[in-house]
Every structure is written in structure tokens, then in C-alpha cells.
């Protein structure tokens, strides 16, 4: 049965939101954009029976699998260390993955990841990258690095809408009570206590990237519970508190916090920061977001090493490489390649499909991976749309929503200030337990349907934003983010996903380290290409 409008609001962002927005229901006429994603079509292809296969090899010292930030990190370090003979194939039209961008008359803007949290430390691969670009100014005499000023968020970085007004920050203060007052101040020492935390080894408890830190169990066992569990054993009972540590567990994780290991959400708060309070330097963005950081990453590939629109569908390893067959996206015609190295650098699922091996013996560790579904929705709008209360911010978060609210993608320029269009970047991770069913709910939804929850989800906060859109365009993400349930990160699964298999295949992806950050899928990249470094004989001085 065809839900109506306010079911369908209800069922994908709340009843808050589908209550908030039958009081803003003025006609409006829909706005005009589409859906822009297609490679799911393409992708399911590897579900169906045998593909065809050439029977002419080209050859190649190093595949990588992959164009998202873990495979163009691998062929970044493989560049640095003079491999001249590197190939990345990529089945989407554009490099990326979850950290692409796009473009249109206003701005650039993210279609996913859309910041890079500045690091603590001057050491390891995500530094040296920063490097590249130019972002580090300094490093002061304790090592922590400084960075460009015009790269750093900019003031009003965070606001949150609650009934009717915006407040400053993403905690809402706003009618707190002395006990919610006080249990944040209780819950901010206990995540100092976490960070200032190192074991016999000098290793810190919560690291980035995460394999950084300490194995010890007295953090580790941390694994076995969910966040949730871990706040109400510890007396963590306030509503606002609790609304806080949900968001950013949807945020990092696309889950909530009964869905998320404690470990994972006690990371989130403790591994960039110092122990005192003090965070990172901040955060870095672009109007493309993290889209910025793959274009650096795939600068240091030739114009004929990157190739996109190739669907690999099978890895076959050998005593002398590994032999791949892949299809063409665009004509289905058949091509083959025979590779010294090969770097898979795609998810589990996807290489549960592509591994032959696995297909003819699947491991059971596979089935520990789970991923949550995510829509992104970029709409153009002809100005920054009125607010009541706090002033628009960069990140722009509702309270009474299961999205995630919007990120501005010109707020580094100042742009809104001179009041001129700009593209509001709107987030709606699938939050729930059944991540088939909301996989299937988040593909099966129309384009009117996406039009019509984006303008829901806005018009409580923006009555006049319906006058001001010009364009929408919905990206989803149907395998986004691995989650780290509890027992993952420290779990059997994870390990041996990490493992390469025999002397020529090995496996880069951010779902290795169990987070969807970017640090973990540059590390895990990385990790993969002194591998095939190792594998080719050949020695460089090692990045991680």
C-alpha cells in the first residue's frame, strides 16, 4: 500500500518532523532536480551468473581495485616509491567513492564525506598528505601541527534546531537543567580520561588511525558492549546527553548508539583530543569536502592510469600474479589483466563477489560485516534561507530529525554573508537495526518522494526555503558505511579481512579498520601498497 506524505515523512525522519511539517504546509511548487546515482546497476551485475572473459591479458605490475580513497592512497604511495607500472580501475564514471564531489554553477560541493578532522600529531601518511597540499603552517615544539587559517572552519561552525530556533553548538543547552549540565561535565571527564589513557607500551587507548591503539583488554572489552549499554551502566541518564552521543554515533558511524560498539563511540570523543579538553586544531574542509583530499590523492597518477566505468569481476591469484577480469562498463565488452600486485581495494561484500576463491569457499568472517545505507541530497538554492535565532553555520544540525540537517557549501568563502546562491548539502543516515530493509526502502524511493522529505525536513527551520530552491539532486549510498557493532573492532572477522591472501592479493578499504573515515581508509591504502611493495621485492622506507 502507497504510503501517504506524512507516512512517508514519519517512516524516514520522524514523527517529530512529519508533526512539524503538516504547520508548513503552504503549496509550494516541487522542486525540480533527480536521482544521480547509477552505479548500483551496474554493481548488481556480480550477483547474476558467469561474465564473459577475454582471452588477451594486459599486463601490469599493480592493479588497484577501486578508485575511493583507500585505492587512490595505494596508488599514491605506490607513485611516491617510483612504481611506474601502477593501473586503477574504478566502476563509477568518477573517482572517489564516498569522498567524491561535485560541481555546478554556485559551488562545489561534497556528495559525502565533507571534513577531515585536523590531526594531533605530526607523524603517519594523513600529515604527509596535508603536506602536499600545503595545509600545514607549522609544527610547535610538543609536535602539533598547525594549519592553513582558510582551511579551518570558520565561525558559526555548529548550531542545532529545536522548536522553532536555532542555538549555538551541537549541544543543546538551551533549557538544560543543573543535573544535564552536570552529568556533560561528568561525561567530558570520563572522555578526558580516555584520551590522557596510554598502556606500558606508550601506546594511547584510543588512537587514529585506530589501529594506533593500545590491544590491551582494559579498553578492548569496551568492544563487547554498545554505547548505549556503556551510558546506562555508567549513570549516563540524560535526555540531551543522550541525544548527543546519538548523533555522533549516526554521524561517524550511521548507526545509533544501541547499534554502535562503546569502544567506537568512546573513540569518537576521546582519540582527538589531548587529555585536557583540548581537541584538534579543528576542522578542515573545502566546498567539495573530502572530495579535495582523492584529487590530491589521484594527482600522482598518469592520465592513462586511471581508468573508470571497468566492472572487475573476478581475482583470480596465481603462483605469478593474479589474473582479473573485468567488463566495460559502458559497452559490456570483456577485458582481462594480469597483474605482479593486486590491490582490492573495495568493500567486504563487493569482494566476497569478486574473489574467486571466496566465491567457490565463502569465509565466514564476511557475514560480521554490515553496512549502513546513506542518502545525500544537494539542493541549490538562489540564497541562504532566513533563520530564527542563531545565524547559519556551516553545520546546520535539527534536533527532532533522524538526518543529520545540512552543511553549507560555501560557508569557507563567506558567500552567505553577501547574501548570493549557494548548495545546502543535506544527510540522512539509515539508522536502523535491519539494514537490508532500510537499503531497500532508502533505493525503492522515488525522486519525488526524496524531493518531498528534503523540503520536510527543512521548511520547519526554512517556512520560505520552497521559494529559494532552485535544484535538488539525491545521491544514494546503499552500502555507505560499515558499522562497528559491538564486537567487531576487536573481533576474529575483522582481523582476517585484513590479511592478504597469498603473495599477490592484498585488501584496502576503510571497513578494514571497522570506522568510515577517511584516516582508516588512507591507512589501510597505504598499508596495501607497502605489501605489494613487499611482494615486488622492492624496498622504500615505510609511511606507517
Known amino acids: ?20 511539517c503538516t504547520r508548513h504546509q503552504a503549496p509550494r511548487a516541487p522542486v525540480p532536480g533527480a536521482i544521480v546515482d547509477r552505479a548500483v546497476d551496474t554493481g548488481h551485475k556480480l550477483r547474476g551468473g558467469p561474465l564473459p572473459r577475454a582471452q588477451t591479458f594486459e599486463p601490469v605490475d599493480v592493479l588497484i581495485v577501486g578508485a575511493g580513497a583507500a585505492g587512490l592512497s595505494a596508488a599514491w604511495r605506490l607513485s611516491a616509491a617510483g612504481v611506474k607500472d601502477v593501473r586503477v580501475v574504478e566502476l563509477e564514471a568518477e573517482a572517489g567513492g564516498t569522498s567524491r564531489s561535485g560541481r555546478n554553477g554556485v559551488s562545489a560541493f561534497p556528495w559525502g564525506a565533507h571534513y577531515l578532522p585536523s590531526p ?11 603536506r602536499e597540499m600545503d595545509a600545514v603552517t607549522g609544527v610547535d615544539a610538543e609536535g ?5 587559517e582558510e582551511l579551518l572552519i570558520q565561525e558559526p561552525d555548529e548550531r542545532v534546531f529545536y522548536k522553532g530556533h536555532w542555538y549555538e553548538g551541537l549541544y543543546l543547552r538551551a533549557g538544560a537543567s543543573a543535573e544535564d549540565l552536570a552529568e556533560l561535565e561528568r561525561f567530558d571527564a570520563r572522555m578526558n580520561g580516555f584520551a590522557a589513557a596510554r598502556d606500558a607500551k606508550g601506546r594511547k587507548a584510543f588512537a587514529v588511525p585506530g589501529a594506533l591503539s593500545s590491544d590491551d583488554a582494559e579498553w578492548t572489552a569496551l568492544d563487547a558492549l554498545s554505547m548505549a549499554q556503556w551510558m546506562e551502566a555508567e549513570g549516563f541518564r540524560s535526555p540531551r546527553l543522550k541525544w548527543f552521543v546519538d548523533y555522533a554515533c549516526r554521524d561517524d558511524y550511521g548507526a545509533t548508539s544501541e547499534h554502535v560498539s562503546a569502544w567506537a563511540g568512546i573513540w569518537y570523543f576521546a582519540a582527538r583530543q589531548n587529555g585536557k579538553g583540548e581537541r584538534s586544531d579543528g576542522f578542515l574542509s573545502w566546498p567539495e569536502g573530502n572530495g579535495r583530499l582523492v584529487k590530491q590523492l589521484a594527482s600522482s597518477l598518469g ?6 566505468q571497468v566492472l572487475v569481476h573476478t581475482v583470480e591469484p596465481g603462483e605469478d600474479g593474479c589474473r582479473v577480469h573485468a567488463l566495460d562498463a559502458r559497452t559490456g565488452a570483456p577485458r582481462a589483466f594480469h597483474a605482479r600486485q593486486v590491490v582490492l581495494a573495495c568493500p567486504r561484500f563487493v569482494a566476497a563477489h569478486v574473489v574467486a576463491p571466496w566465491r567457490e569457499a565463502r569465509p565466514a568472517w564476511l557475514d560480521a560485516f554490515v553496512y549502513s545505507p546513506w542518502v545525500v541530497a544537494n539542493l541549490t538554492v538562489s540564497a541562504p534561507p532566513a ?7 556551516w553545520d546546520n544540525v535539527f534536533y527532532e530529525s533522524r538526518s543529520l540537517g545540512y552543511v553549507v557549501a560555501t560557508h569557507q568563502s563567506l558567500r552567505q554573508d553577501a547574501r548570493g546562491p549557494t548548495v545546502l548539502t543535506w544527510y540522512l543516515p539509515m539508522a536502523g537495526a535491519d539494514v537490508k530493509a532500510e537499503r531497500n526502502q532508502a533505493l525503492s524511493a522515488t525522486y519525488a518522494d526524496w524531493e518531498a522529505l528534503v523540503m520536510a525536513d527543512l521548511l520547519p527551520a526554512h517556512p520560505g526555503v520552497g521559494a529559494l530552491a532552485q535544484r535538488l539532486e539525491v545521491q544514494r549510498w546503499g552500502h ?12 576474529d572477522a575483522r582481523r582476517a579481512a585484513q590479511q ?8 584496502a578499504h576503510t571497513d578494514l579498520g571497522g570506522m568510515a573515515l577517511f584516516e582508516e581508509a588512507n ?3 597505504v598499508q596495501a601498497a607497502e605489501r605489494a611493495l613487499a611482494g615486488m621485492g622492492l624496498t622504500s622506507a615505510s609511511w606507517l
Request: no cysteine; proline share 8%; glycine share 10%.
Open 1 to 20: 500500500m502507497e504510503l501517504t506524505r506524512r507516512e512517508l515523512v514519519a517512516a524516514f525522519l520522524g514523527a517529530s518532523v512529519a508533526s512539524a
Open 120 to 130: 594531533l600529531e605530526d607523524r603517519g601518511p594523513v600529515m604527509r598528505l596535508l
Open 144 to 148: 602539533h601541527p598547525s594549519f592553513a
Open 303 to 308: 592520465p592513462r592510469q586511471l581508468e573508470t
Open 387 to 393: 533563520s530564527r535565532g542563531f545565524p547559519l553555520a
Open 480 to 491: 555507505a558505511m560499515v558499522r562497528p557493532q559491538p564486537g567487531f573492532l576487536w573481533g
Open 500 to 507: 592478504s591472501l597469498g603473495r599477490h592479493l592484498h585488501f
Open 523 to 525: 591507512w589501510f591504502g
